[in-house]
Nanobody
Framework: QVQLVESGGGLVQAGGSLRLSCAAS????????MGWFRQPPGKEREFVAG????????YYADSVKGRLTVSRDNAKNTVYLQMNSLKPEDTAVYSC???????????????????WGKGTLVTVSS
């Protein structure tokens, strides 16, 4: 079965950096677009960043453009989220996700994703 496992979360001061990783198994990783989502405390899950199956196209929420960078290594079945200039409002559980079908992405909303990791907590202190 498909498994997505995130790592790299933790506590960081405002202005600091973190790099999240998501290791995938059970799917032909290089054929799947991948997304990063986050759920702040008491709020709904929201889209953060996405990357096409080849890695050639990336997508970002306006709130993170210029600060967060999504990338992937298809040889390692891993997608990354480099997080720089972190703000307290970036505090959330960050999860990676994949859509149901390969070579296809209908929407970068949570409803457009089929497979989810359990998430990793990022806490940014002021």
């Amino acid at each position: 079965q498909v498994q997505l496992v995130e790592s790299g979360g933790g506590l960081v001061q405002a202005g600091g950096s973190l790099r999240l990783s998501c290791a995938a198994s059970g799917l032909t990783f290089s054929n799947y677009a991948m997304g990063w989502f986050r759920q702040p405390p008491g709020k709904e899950r929201e889209f953060v960043a996405g990357i096409s199956w080849s890695g050639g196209t990336t997508y970002y929420a306006d709130s993170v453009k210029g600060r967060l960078t999504v990338s992937r290594d298809n040889a390692k079945n891993t997608v990354y989220l480099q997080m720089n200039s972190l703000k307290p409002e970036d505090t959330a559980v960050y999860s990676c996700a994949a859509p149901r079908y390969p070579n296809y992405i209908s929407s970068w909303s949570p409803q457009g994703m089929e497979y989810w990791g359990k998430g990793t907590l990022v806490t940014v202190s002021s």
